[in-house]
């Protein structure tokens, strides 16, 4: 069956998939013999040549230091660098780009706020909440945090369905909870998680919200200022941006409140043997020479994915999601891992009989890339009771023809292992 054609609004681009697949060189490709079917998505999305031709065209021409170079070509790398950072804010909706600070991904985001803010918020006695399908970039940086501080990190729990259960949040919020953190999205399940419910009820305790986003940005809209939460991580790699940059965004008052993380370069104000000044937003949290070409190329894929309208890329994910959820419940034996009714951007499944491991060596020997395993997700997968899924996740470039592929070599690594 082939995919939609989908109609273009105001200025934007149309969305028709396959002008949208040859975008991206690297599916024009075999892997063992067959024609390449990612479906890996979730753990990196490939890149458009818009951004390859960015990054490139930054190293060819105007390659050099930021922000301290008195010459033109300083001074063209630091004005396409906050650039870079403006796009982001735009993109978030942030109410300035000073809001937003590059970081090599999600897991240092997570990892910023928890050395910076956490240390100094969390104390003896407090509690940060966690629900049971966080990635572990989630929940290893807090768990450590709650034992320095004798704090403690208690789980919110999930239902079979993976969704996460609201009656329980609420019965665990009381005024010892100063953090609330939670991904916008499953990265093992897909499950799209109501964080603006989380976030007004832990509001209401007085608790922070820390949203992880690595698997949102991509799918739909995102805007902070709606959301309300006080910060919100994502990577560049997962949003057709290159790997090494990502970006925290926070609520300005907190993060004027933080104390930096990094020290070094960039971050301060003035250094003298008898004290440092730190620099203001957002320079105190980047310290050193930054991803120059990380955030240039994070804004170029932005622009890609922003010269479509989101939501008929998003209709697109989502007839992908449905046609693989209607083919593939054919199969027997394989049942689906995370069936909420909000899912976005990936098919998680076990099939009776079969190891995840076997099921992704052999189908990767017919050139349809998945993931196997538990996804960074191990606490969810002793909550499910699973060793692990086969995990199929999804692009905007990702086609109904894909889905096909993957049912045909399902059923030939049925015939060989069951
Ligand atoms: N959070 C979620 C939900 C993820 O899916 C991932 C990566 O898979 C991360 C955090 C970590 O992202 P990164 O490795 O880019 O820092």
């Not at 949208?20 to 458009?48: C, M, S, W």
């Not at 820390?210 to 959301?227: P, R, S, T, W």
């Amino acid at each position: 069956m082939s995919d939609q054609m989908l109609a273009p609004e105001n200025t934007c681009r149309q969305f028709d998939i396959a002008s949208v697949r040859e975008d991206f060189p690297i599916l024009r490709q075999e892997v063992n013999g067959h024609p390449l079917v990612y479906l890996d998505n979730a753990a990196t999305t490939q890149k458009p040549n818009a951004v390859i031709d960015e990054i490139s065209n930054y190293y060819r021409s105007y390659n050099s230091n930021v922000h301290r170079g008195a010459h033109h070509l300083s001074d063209k790398a630091t004005s396409h660098f906050e650039a870079a950072r403006e796009r982001i804010s735009k993109f978030v909706n942030s109410p300035k780009a000073s809001q937003v600070i590059w970081t090599r991904g999600t897991t240092e985001a997570v990892n910023l706020v928890a050395s910076s803010w956490g240390r100094a918020n969390i104390s003896s006695g407090d509690t940060i909440l966690v629900p049971e399908l966080e990635h572990h970039s989630n929940i290893v940086p807090w768990q450590t945090l709650a034992i320095e501080k004798g704090a403690q990190v208690k789980p919110i729990p999930v239902s079979d369905i993976g969704e996460i259960d609201l009656a329980a949040f609420d019965a665990l919020l009381d005024d010892s909870v100063k953090l609330v953190v939670v991904n916008h999205v499953s990265n093992a399940l897909g499950t799209i998680n109501p964080i603006k419910e989380i976030i007004e009820r832990a509001h209401s305790v007085d608790a922070k919200v820390l949203v992880d986003g690595a698997q949102a940005v991509a799918h739909f809209e995102v805007d902070v200022q709606i959301l309300d939460c006080d910060f919100y991580a994502f990577s560049g790699h997962k949003l057709y941006g290159p790997t090494g940059i990502g970006v925290l965004w926070g609520k300005e008052s907190l993060l004027e409140a933080m104390p930096p993380y990094h020290f070094g370069g960039e971050m301060i104000e003035s250094v003298s043997f008898s004290g440092t000044t730190f620099n203001r937003l957002p320079y105190k949290f980047e310290a050193g020479t930054p991803d120059i070409a990380g955030a240039i190329g994070l804004a170029a894929a932005v622009d890609y994915l922003c010269s479509f309208d989101r939501a008929l890329v998003q209709k697109h994910e989502q007839d992908v999601l449905t046609y693989a959820i209607d083919l593939l419940s054919d199969i027997s034996g394989l049942k689906r891992v995370g069936e909420s009714s909000n899912c976005t951007g990936v098919f998680s499944f076990v099939i009776t009989g079969t190891h995840p491991s076997d099921v992704g060596m052999l189908l990767d020997q017919q050139g349809v890339a998945v993931r196997t395993g538990h996804h960074c997700a191990q606490p969810l997968m002793e909550r499910l009771a699973l060793p692990g899924t086969v995990r199929a996740s999804f692009a905007m470039y990702t086609s109904r023809q894909d889905i096909d592929k993957l049912y045909e070599a399902l059923t030939k690594v049925l015939q060989f292992l069951v």
